[in-house]
């Protein structure tokens, strides 16, 4: 197919260009200035504020729910219950369609919607919400792994319910989808082994947090259709969902994403967006839904994970086998967490030449707020446990854990995944290893209360996936590209004024990009899983390319000659004469008439059926990470002296974005490391959503000494090489830093977060078993 | 004494330099004013209760948290918010921002860049550890501190050079 | 409905405060008042009473005898000034990690005590410090001794209708050293989780003021001439004074953390406080 991934078109960088330049951010001004637009900031002076009506426990049936008072509350326009929507009840979801607009009938997690009240002002919305009287009766929810996995468990999706789980095996079970990946024999490999290493591990529950809230504005048209303002990553998924829900065409649903302030994953898959839009239909008045930091904390999380892993090891330090079981906790509904747990654990033995590998995976529903995407998907949480290992390993061998580990890793196109659906390598991630010894002063001696520590991460990227774009050169030589990825932070808008300014020979300052508007920018599948630069990146590519395959024609035309005689090249025509430059060419080819070119760029790469990730990974994002701590062995406390990430990302097209999202990501990596985490109680009640009581860095948190760094091989299927990157540093960090506090203090911790409490606690245990 | 039985203020305070008049409910917010009443939406709103920064602004020269001031606190006083910062094409600091990378997300950025102009404002050559404690009540998840810091930094030197 | 209300005088403010019909808060920097102020006051009518226009209060005031921190004085103002600097270290720790820099531009010492929080920073660095709290109210002035203004979390011996006017410290004896210790869950701005002052008074006394351990901020002396180098002599003082700590377990620490964190930060702030001694005498 034309339009197919494939690397051998991705071109190469321009020595004069734009791509491969610290390019300031595109519209970076706006954003340090004020002026940038997002969504809480645009202005609706007739818009109805709406109130979200919830119940203070994680899971209940709801016997009534009175509105009366609340309706005649001053202000009040309008109330939304389950009783206003069609019955039964609507549900959406990405693979399992579970998720109801508001509850139905039963509350499953805490913060779910049961009203929502429209009020002229904020203020008349919250004080009608807390007059809303739901008359519930507590269930004895499952808040937890064990409580859920448990037998005779409370159930989370009613087994009877024909809409979720009828036909399903695992339906009289929490689990809602499992996955295994084996090869190799275990048992004959477990003989060769000289050491076992056999743990658990903990990776709790986190939110994104990004610092721009949730928000919504619904607008009902007057074709009788609907506007949706929301800062989502996926613009047209939220299109095709809210579109099936309220029975319109994807024509009448309009969804308008100004750029997110942070994202993170969290800003993908539709929260309160189907119940804004019944609400705004059954008033027939735009409404609008703006939550602050907490609110959001209590609506997008990650999943928590517990894993059992058992890692055998000859006295050289080769790994035999690694069989691994884990159980992501994914809340009261899917989301994208069944995608989480196989595309997590599909990486579960690492980047290594493993002869034997079991990894048995869960994703299990419970009491609480659903999860979601986020940075390293389910990555994190599996590396965790297995990178721990491989340290432990090498600790008790009394190996170089960096040296074990470039022993084991894979070659450039072997396995580490083997058998139908095997996994290769598509690096030299080796350099990767290489580069961070080199930055951390891995074999420097340490002075004492000091630690090092090592760890390695992959991640899968996309494995389908449909990116369009259209790109006009108008006649003043100017440039205008359509792409639809959203620019949440990492920086897409200016990576494609970088490309089309040099594939055209445009002055990047007359580039305009624009995106987020299902209305004027051609469909892309999604932002996530860092694809947007090799996938729209590619259709932004070809979009270019298209625009001079016109120019070329059009100018051989007018000039009289076989279009067969002319070539092209980045911002030229090139005839027997010399070059011409392209705009000046489009103006010739366009003549009196003037008007503009028109390219078009398409990216698609279908996936495949049966294999556990949906298809081939395009590409791989690898990373290591090297920390180094000191530790208070009095107070369990650490600082974290030096940190170095270092990522293949095959073309570094923007290096100064590059070093931000690594930073950002090696920085988020530390502090879901060390800090954060998700606290429920008996009732399932979120008992930290506040900035207070959730913790995440802060500068001070930032490693003394940070050092970031990309190997590059040109070797990506992206435009000029690329690979997608931003989610690497964060997939290992977990382990990193846990192997620098073991090596700082003498134990193992096998639960994160790495608080101070956790660490004191262990060495005081330690100590006390020393002298027993 | 009269408490006033309605509650609602009317405040007059210097905004950016101009004199505004403008009448909210006791309770609303500088910030919520600022962003509701006067069109100020520069300064951001996240937490709402004094732990993120974004809605960071001066008063009479101070660097506050919006959020957590009434709007009826400032009558009589000078506020001066992002927007009453920056000038065409950016100032000297905007633009070490964008050449250190330091804007991601950039929803943090207006309270990071109003911070770090207080700082600069009493501490014309802070060390780099001055600034991270500093801006430490200014989160940024997309954690752009270093790129941060280094921008705050470089501003430092050059203002400090030209001023001789 | 909230009514904001901004007294000109202290005579006016306690009028407003003292009023039965209203639920009056008294606002100063706000950084506790307005979190959630909507959620605790929209219900019922409340005023908040701003007291940072009144024509009759006091400032920073650095006398001979010690120091007054006015009503109005912040965090900022008072880690700025030279003399606080040089006379109460401990005070002056604790007040600059008081939050954020915007923090500490708006919040006060005054509002800090009030506000009786277990987990104040300046309680146990103005207990160490002899701090006297001065409360007027329409029947005239009391003064009180910090360690009889606390009575349960957020409760203190200031009753409706009166009014903290002033903290005031007495100028330490010379010879006399103090610290202030906390221990948080990350580097930047937090919420202690247990926090220590320590004084080593020139006069022989020796002091702890702890926080976030004990319904409210607890004063503990220790035996006078205790030899705070000597760890064997020091440890057991420690395991007596330290009893009266009742933590609980919370989001932040489990209690036995506690009980053992409150031991060694205040062994770190004795020693910092012998330290600080030393500096001054040299
Ligand atoms: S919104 Fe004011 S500090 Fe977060
Ligand atoms: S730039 Fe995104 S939060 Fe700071």
Known sequence: MGDALRSQEVGTLRPDGNVGTRTKRYGGLERASGAQKYVADLEFPEALQVAIVTIPVGCADILGVDTAEAEAMPGVVGVLTAADLPSPMPRFGVSHKDRPVMADGRVNFYGEPVAAVAALTQEQADAAARVVKVDYRELPGVYTLDAALAPGAHLVQDPSDPTKRAGDALRETNVIEEQTIAWGDLAEQEAKAALVVEDSYSYPMMTQFPIEPLAVIAEPTDVGGLTLYTPVQHPYLMQRIVAGLVGKTLGQVHVIAPDPGGGFGGKQIPKYEPLMAFLALKLGRTVRLTLNLAETTTAIRRAGATVHARTGFTSEGDIVFHHVRIDYQIGAYADVAPRVMTKGSYVGGGPYRLPACLIEARAVLTNTPVSTAMRGYGAPQISWATESQITDGARRLGLDPARVRLRNLVENGEEFVKGEFAGKADGEWKQAVEKAMELAGWDDPLPPNRGRGIAVGIKSSATSGLSQSLVRLLYDGSAIVYAGTSDMGQGARTIWAQTVADELGVPLEKVTVISGDTDLVPFDLQTSASRSTVFMGTAVLRACRDVRRQVREMYAERVGVEPGELDDEPGAVLTAEGAVALDEAARIGLGALRGEVLGQGTCRLEGRKGHPLGGDASFYEFNCSISEVELDAGTGQFVITRHVSVSDVGTELNPIQVTAQEEGGAIMGIGQADMEQLVFDEHGRLLNPSAIDYRVPTYKDVPLELFTSAVENHDGPGPYGSKGMSEGPILCTGAALGAAVTAAAGVKITDLPLTAERIWRATRAAAEGAIA | ?164 | MVTYYKAHAVADALEVLGRKDVDARALLGGTDLLVGLDDRLDSAPGVVVDLKGLADETPLAVEDSGVRIGLTVTMADLVANPTVAAWYPALVQAAGVVGSVAIRNRATVVGNICNASPASDTAPALLVHGANVRIASADGERVVPISEFFVAPRVTTCGRGELVTAVELPRPVPGTGSAFQRLTRRWGVDLATVSVAAAVHGDGRIQLGLGAVAPTPLLVDLPAGTDLADRAVLDPVLDEALAVATPISDIRAAADYRTAMVRELAARALQAALDSTRRTQA
């Not at chain 2, 009558?75 to 009453?84: A, L, M, P, S």
């Not at chain 2, 991601?104 to 991270?132: K, T, W």
């Open chain 2, 1 to 164: 004494m009269s408490v006033g039985t309605g509650s609602l203020v009317t405040v007059t305070a210097t905004i950016n330099g101009e004199t505004r008049t403008f009448t909210v409910p006791g309770h609303r917010t500088l910030l919520d004013a600022l962003r509701s009443e006067l069109g100020l939406t520069g300064t951001k709103s996240s937490c709402t209760e004094g732990e993120c920064g974004a809605c960071t602004v001066m008063l009479d020269g101070h660097a506050v948290n919006s959020c957590l001031v009434l709007a009826a606190e400032v009558d009589g006083h000078e506020v001066v918010t992002i927007e009453g910062l920056s000038v065409d094409g950016g100032t000297d600091l905007q633009q070490a921002f964008l050449e250190h990378g330091a804007v991601q997300c950039g929803f943090c950025i207006p309270g990071q860049v109003m911070s770090a102009e207080y700082l600069l404002s009493h501490n014309p050559d802070p060390s780099v550890e001055e600034i991270r404690d500093a801006l430490s009540g200014n989160l940024c998840r997309c954690a752009s501190y270093n790129r941060i810091v280094e921008a705050v930094r470089q501003t430092a030197e050059k203002r400090v050079s030209t001023r001789g």
